[in-house]
Nanobody, 122 residues
Framework: QVQLAESGGGLVQAGGSLRLSCAAS????????MGWFRQAPGKEREFVAATSWNTGSTDYVDSVKGRFTIYRDDAKSTVYLQMNSLKPEDTAVYYC???????????????WGQGTQVIVSS
């Protein structure tokens, strides 16, 4: 069993920044990709960003490109999501995810974090 520990959510004003962290208890063949999904009230869960431990490749949903950056710390098995220029429409619960494939177009998730809430006020 792999556990994902999330932190970094909170309340910010529009235009502000937050950094989310997600630490995996251990890496396995089922956690080669890690990233985030988000779910706003009344909406479906949406892919946000992901990276691969093997290749370092990154993927983002179009709405966050140029504002969000995903990066990693290999020694700590931790990935980060730096969120800049936040907008009210970014308000959602953000869920860390780990799996074998995670590109937005194709996602095979094996583990989920507990979720951390991000609220952006106007």
């Amino acid at each position: 069993q792999v556990q994902l520990a999330e932190s970094g959510g909170g309340l910010v004003q529009a235009g502000g920044s937050l950094r989310l962290s997600c630490a995996a208890s251990r890496r396995t063949f089922n956690t080669v990709a890690m990233g985030w999904f988000r779910q706003a009230p009344g909406k479906e869960r949406e892919f946000v960003a992901a990276t691969s431990w093997n290749t370092g490749s990154t993927d983002y949903v179009d709405s966050v490109k140029g504002r969000f950056t995903i990066y990693r710390d290999d020694a700590k098995s931790t990935v980060y999501l730096q969120m800049n220029s936040l907008k009210p429409e970014d308000t959602a619960v953000y869920y860390c995810a780990a799996g074998t494939v995670m590109t937005g177009q194709r996602n095979l998730v094996n583990y989920w974090g507990q979720g951390t809430q991000v609220i952006v006020s106007s």
